[in-house]
T-cell receptor, first 112, second 113 residues
Framework: NAGVTQTPKFRILKIGQSMTLQCTQD?????MYWYRQDPGMGLKLIYY???????DKGEVPNGYNVSRSTTEDFPLRLELAAPSQTSVYFC???????????FGSGTRLTVV | DQQVKQNSPSLSVQEGRISILNCDYT??????FLWYKKYPAEGPTFLIS?????DKNEDGRFTVFLNKSAKHLSLHIVPSQPGDSAVYFC????????????FGEGTQLTVNP
């Protein structure tokens, strides 16, 4: 019962570098999400997907890209890392809103 | 524009007493509300939810109250236990947004033995 798996758990990037945060779920959930959590700011939605091949922007999409080629995977791409992207990133999945989300354990990213 | 606000960054209570965590919202279209609990270095976990057609929902030691006219909800934990020490997030969604959730800033609850 893996649930939602995020890799890596920690990463330090230099300004201008790129990376992909991986997210995989094994619950056959249609909905998947990427949130970032900044101190004292709660969780902000970056991108979400309602099914394979369908993605849409959330509240704070600038500087990020996503793809959803399979039901299981929802990677988040940072193309040109900036210090403002230093945050903890959470991936989540759900069947619908009634039953809430299942979150991954997070990726702590520092951009220096 | 913070549509879901948790005005208390922290709360400290004694073991066995009641913990009350508060949440206010501004979007009158929100019709479903949830509470999540988060331990350090882990992702948030779903705790309890309530639909706008109800004003109370209970699950064991946890009860959520919804006051739609005041746009306010609260989470009561009775009795509080040291293992309840965590950050609690309030979240809300509206029917038109599907399953997207808007989160509050979180409240750090500390239960002292």
């Amino acid at each position: 019962n893996a649930g939602v798996t995020q890799t890596p758990k920690f990463r330090i990037l230099k300004i201008g570098q790129s990376m992909t945060l991986q997210c995989t779920q094994d619950m056959n959930h249609n909905y998947m999400y990427w949130y970032r959590q900044d101190p004292g700011m709660g969780l902000k939605l970056i991108y979400y997907s309602v099914g394979a091949g369908i993605t849409d922007k959330g509240e704070v999409p600038n500087g990020y890209n996503v793809s959803r080629s399979t039901t299981e995977d929802f990677p988040l791409r940072l193309e040109l890392a900036a210090p403002s992207q230093t945050s903890v990133y959470f991936c989540a999945s759900s069947t619908d809103r009634v039953y809430g989300y299942t979150f991954g354990s997070g990726t702590r990213l520092t951009v220096v | 524009d913070q549509q879901v606000k948790q005005n208390s960054p922290s709360l400290s209570v004694q073991e066995g007493r009641i913990s009350i965590l508060n949440c206010d919202y501004t979007n009158s279209m929100f019709d479903y509300f949830l509470w999540y609990k988060k331990y350090p270095a882990e992702g948030p976990t779903f705790l309890i939810s309530i639909s706008s057609i109800k004003d109370k929902n209970e699950d064991g030691r946890f009860t959520v109250f919804l006051n739609k006219s005041a746009k306010h909800l609260s989470l009561h934990i009775v009795p509080s236990q040291p293992g309840d020490s965590a950050v609690y997030f309030c979240a809300a969604s509206e029917g038109t947004s599907g399953s997207r959730l808007t989160f509050g800033e979180g409240t750090q609850l500390t239960v002292n033995p």
